[in-house]
């Protein structure tokens, strides 16, 4: 038996079941019920459709129908959309014929309308950008011009229709599905601001229809106070490639209405008397009215208000009036108004002199009278007025301001001054003492230097010690001024402020100065430590001096006081015997000796001054005679003659002659003061030493300390007991005698004082110990009283003198003189705008002149211009080692410092035709700041009032 069966379930046709038999005597198949079997089959399947285009069907089985149909966006272009499967297996025609023909299948292709034009979605302002309708199409969407994107999508997809897929609809660019979202189209709207603003000069804006949007509708008009000249009111915001821009018919806005200034705008105005107005524009608006006033006026204006009005609208349209910068109209006569001037000629100052009966405080008309101090004449110019009183007029002047006039109608200003007289004081001197002289001191001895070469009022000069001559200050004054004594007349005066005291040097060793060698004091000797000899370091020729003193221990006979290096007796002397002095060249060559003893007055232990002198003469045969003197006094020679000295047996000195002897031994005892010459010393020379010096070993002629004072000068130093040395101001014996500054009063102290050999100062008379003199109260009376009936409403307030505060306390003794140091001034520390020449820098003596820069003036009349640097005085209370030097006045008070303010109306009116004066800060004066407004091209200048080069521009002091 044999069965069948097929590996997939397909349905089998024939007998499926046979077994093997016999017939007719042959094996054969048979069917199960023994009849001959049909063959087992297979159905014939149709062939499978595709997905795209299946609809319907009842399988492929033969006689299955099936429908076919286009997917979603496609549409039928040919084929058969219904089929029936045949038993060949194949797909054919549904048509009652036979032979059935076969089927074609159905051919698709894109719907090019699937989906409606996307216009009737899209709202205002919307452009869609699309050309193809298919499914999956896309349009492109965008704002028109004058339109900016609100909401919504600017893309879509044509999709499915969810509801029916036969047709299409826009969505959202996303996969196609039956579930794709929607389009929701690009939406929009006016573009902001899509013209631009208008820019009028002197117009408005009247009305915007639909403000700056496309399509809107502007109308244009003039602002007030100006008219329509030219253009077009009205414009259409229209769109252009990139912005919307305003039209009119084709004409864009370079055509838009422009507007002029009403000429007549605000009323003229009326300027009251002496008062001119000016306008910056007529009376146009926004025209600027200012004033100036006429000359010798001055503004009469409030000054928190600046002095301007402006034409701006007024109350009724069309009509401009006068306002203020807060838009408060004034009539221009009441606001901006002028005066009469007062101050209209500058402050009338005459350096050294004095202005008196001012009258009308310097207006226009105003008076007043001119003259210079003592010892000062009056000049206009080069022309010398004399000693005067001069009257001047305030007259019109110039825009700057009035002009101060003579009598005569010359204008004064910097013409006129005061000229110190010269020859107002004497010659300055100097005394000394020489041999108990009082004497006046010769050119030599004394160096003076005057300020001005004809001593002229106010000129200063110094006297001083040549030290190079070995003079020394004792008493007077070293620095003085020319000035004037009790009768009005000249005369030198002490920085102080009194009359000067007359200068006073002493000599600090021998009157005679041509000195080869000097040396002071005791230089051989017991005092000096050396008891043998001193070589002088001088060539000796054929004249020559050698001055010296001597003071013997005792008589030695054969001790030398001098000898030469030459050896056998030459150059030499020598006692010879007791108190006889023997000088020689040589044996019986310009030999002398004489006895010193002076009828037994003196003798060792005593003083002797020993001069030898030469002078061979010249020429081969020239004669010469040696001299001895001792005190003064001439040696006779030996023997006749014996003290010529002759060419043919003459021993050159040289440099071989010795203090003490060489060959022979030193006369013991001091030596004191040697003075060496190279000329023949005369007797009267020889004498004035003697007399004038002290060889006294170890004396000082600095005693005592140097006594000090509190406002008071030595005004005498001397020495009654030993005239020789009665300017000497600290030497035992000295007396010196102090007086009180000017103004100043005793308070305690001694004003007579004298020095000790102690060293001590002592009141003069008493053996008290002398205490400092102090000048400690101001004066009573010591200045006339002030008369004030001619000074109407003055009142004298106060008056009195004080007790300073450095006599408060017991005075103590203060440093020795050598120790205290005077400097300069200090640096004089000055106003703005002042300027400043000084004599001789800060140093003692010098003379400051104060005056103000070009274009100032002084702020006050009182203030002093002429300062002279004085010394400084000592206080022990507040020395720190340096004395301060002082500035006062020329008559001794502390000064008022000057001070400068700009002149008045230095500068020009800065008002200017094409700018508008903003500001000004301090009128017309120097250093004030204008502001001003230029109209052509609206921008803003600051100028400053200053001296500049001459010019001619009306602005030329302006920068």
């Known amino acids: 038996m044999f069965a069948y069966g097929t590996a997939l379930e397909v349905k089998l046709l024939g007998d499926l079941e046979i077994i093997c038999g016999s017939r007719d005597g042959e094996g054969r198949w048979l069917a199960l019920d023994g009849s001959a079997y049909i063959p087992a089959a297979c159905m014939n399947h149709c062939p499978q459709l595709p997905d795209n285009l299946a609809a319907a069907s009842a399988g492929r089985d033969p006689g299955s129908v099936a429908v076919l149909q286009c997917s979603a966006g496609q549409i039928p272009s040919g084929g058969d959309a219904t089929l029936v499967c045949g038993m060949d297996g194949l797909w054919h025609k549904p048509l009652q014929t036979m032979p059935q023909p076969l089927s074609e299948l159905l051919q698709c292709t894109t719907d090019p309308n699937f989906c409606s034009d996307p216009a009737p979605l899209l709202g205002e302002g919307v452009v869609a950008h699309v050309s193809e309708f298919h499914l999956n199409a896309t349009v492109l969407v965008e704002c028109d011009v004058g339109y900016e994107p609100s909401v919504g999508e600017a893309t879509a997809v044509c999709g499915i229709d969810p509801s029916d897929d036969r047709r299409g609809r826009w969505a959202s660019p996303s996969n196609i599905s039956r579930r794709q979202v929607p389009w929701k189209p690009l939406a929009c709207r006016l573009k902001q601001s899509y013209c631009p603003m208008f820019q009028m000069s002197h117009g408005m804006v009247l009305s915007l229809s639909k403000e700056r949007f496309l399509g809107s509708v502007a109308s244009l008009g003039c602002a007030e106070g100006f008219q329509a000249q030219s253009g077009f009111s009205q414009f259409t915001c229209e769109s252009s490639a990139s912005s919307g821009t305003w039209q009119h018919q084709g004409a ?426 190279t000329r023949a010393v005369p007797e009267e020379e020889v004498w004035v030493i003697f007399s004038s010096e002290d060889p006294a070993c170890g004396m000082t002629d600095d005693v005592c300390p140097t006594p000090w004072s509190y406002r008071s000068y030595v005004s005498l130093v001397t020495n009654p007991n030993d005239v020789r040395y009665r300017l000497f101001p600290r030497r035992p014996a000295a007396e010196v005698s102090f007086t009180c500054d000017p103004g100043y009063s005793a308070f305690d102290g001694d004003d007579h004082i004298i020095c000790t050999n102690a060293g001590t100062w002592l009141k003069h008379g008493t053996q008290d110990l002398a205490k400092p003199f102090r000048c400690c109260r101001h004066s009573e009376q010591y200045c006339p009283d002030i008369d004030l009936t001619q000074n109407p409403g003055a009142v004298l307030t106060a008056t009195g003198f004080n007790l300073f505060t450095e006599c408060e306390e017991e005075p103590t003794g203060g440093p020795d003189a050598g120790s205290i140091v005077y400097g300069g001034c200090p640096e004089l520390v000055l106003a703005p705008q002042v300027l400043l020449d000084l004599s001789d820098l800060y140093n003692i003596s010098s003379v400051a002149r104060l005056s103000c820069d070009a274009g100032y003036e002084p702020s006050r009349l009182t203030m002093d211009t002429v300062l002279v640097c004085q010394q400084g005085v000592f206080d022990l209370a507040t020395y720190n080692g340096e004395v301060p030097g002082t500035w006062t006045t020329l008559d001794g008070r502390v000064p008022r410092p000057l001070s400068c303010r700009g002149l008045q109306n230095f500068c020009p009116d800065p008002q200017a035709a094409n700018a508008e004066l903003v500001s000004l800060s301090d009128g017309l004066r120097t250093g004030s700041s204008a502001v001003l407004y230029c109209t052509e091209d609206a921008q803003t200048l600051e100028v400053i009032c200053q001296r500049l080069a001459p010019c001619t521009d009306a602005l030329c002091r302006w920068k």
Request: proline share 6%; charged share 20%; aromatic share 10%.
């Open 252 to 677: 864009g806005l370079e055509q838009r209405l422009q507007c002029g200034k009403v000429l007549e705008y605000c009323p003229s105005p009326v300027p009251p008397e002496g008062t001119a107005f000016h306008t910056s524009a007529g009376l146009e608006m926004d025209s600027v009215l200012t004033f100036s006033c006429l000359l010798a006026y001055e503004p009469n204006v409030a000054l928190e208000y600046p002095p301007e009005l402006f034409c701006r609208p007024g109350p009724m349209s069309g009509r401009g009036r006068w306002s203020s910068r807060d838009g408060k109209g004034i009539n221009p006569a009441e606001f901006l108004s002028c005066r009469k001037m007062y101050n209209w000629c500058p402050r009338l100052a005459l350096l050294d002199g004095r202005v008196s009966n001012l009258q009308q405080h310097r207006q226009l008309g105003s008076t007043a009278e001119l003259a210079c101090g003592p010892g000062l004449e009056m000049k206009f110019g080069d022309t010398i007025l004399g000693e005067i009183t001069l009257q001047v007029n305030c007259t019109i002047g110039t825009t700057a301001g009035g002009v101060w006039m003579s009598p005569d109608g010359q204008d004064i200003a910097g013409q006129l001054m005061c000229s110190p007289l010269d020859w107002w004081c004497p010659p300055l001197t100097a005394y000394t003492i020489v041999n108990a002289d009082y004497l006046e001191m010769d050119p030599e001895l004394r160096t003076i230097a005057y300020s001005s070469r004809t001593r002229a009022y106010r000129s200063t000069a110094s006297v001083h010690c040549r030290q190079d001559r070995l003079m020394l200050h004792s008493y007077g004054d070293s620095n003085v001024v020319c000035g004037l004594d009790a009768e009005g007349k000249g005369a030198w005066r002490s920085l102080r402020g009194m009359l000067a005291v007359t200068k006073h040097c002493y000599f600090t060793g021998s009157p005679i100065f041509d000195t080869t060698f000097i040396e002071n004091g005791c230089f051989m000797g017991d005092f000096a430590g050396n008891t043998e000899n001193m070589s002088i370091p001088v060539w000796f020729e054929r004249t020559a001096g050698i001055l010296f003193w001597h003071r013997p221990s005792e008589w030695i006979v054969g001790s030398t006081v001098l000898e030469g290096q030459h050896g056998g007796g030459r150059w030499r002397i020598q006692w010879v015997a007791e108190g006889v002095l023997n000088a020689r060249v040589d044996a019986g060559v310009g030999e002398l000796q004489m006895d010193v003893t002076q009828n037994f007055t003196k003798g060792p232990g005593d003083w002797f001054h020993i001069a030898y002198v030469w002078d061979l003469g010249v020429g081969l045969a020239g004669m010469g005679r040696s001299y001895l003197y001792v005190d003064g006094m001439l040696a006779d020679p030996v023997d006749v003659n014996t003290e010529k000295l002759t060419h043919f047996i003459w021993v050159d000195p040289e440099d071989l002659l010795d203090i003490g002897g060489i060959h022979s031994p030193t006369s013991p005892g001091e030596y004191s003061n040697i003075r060496v010459y």
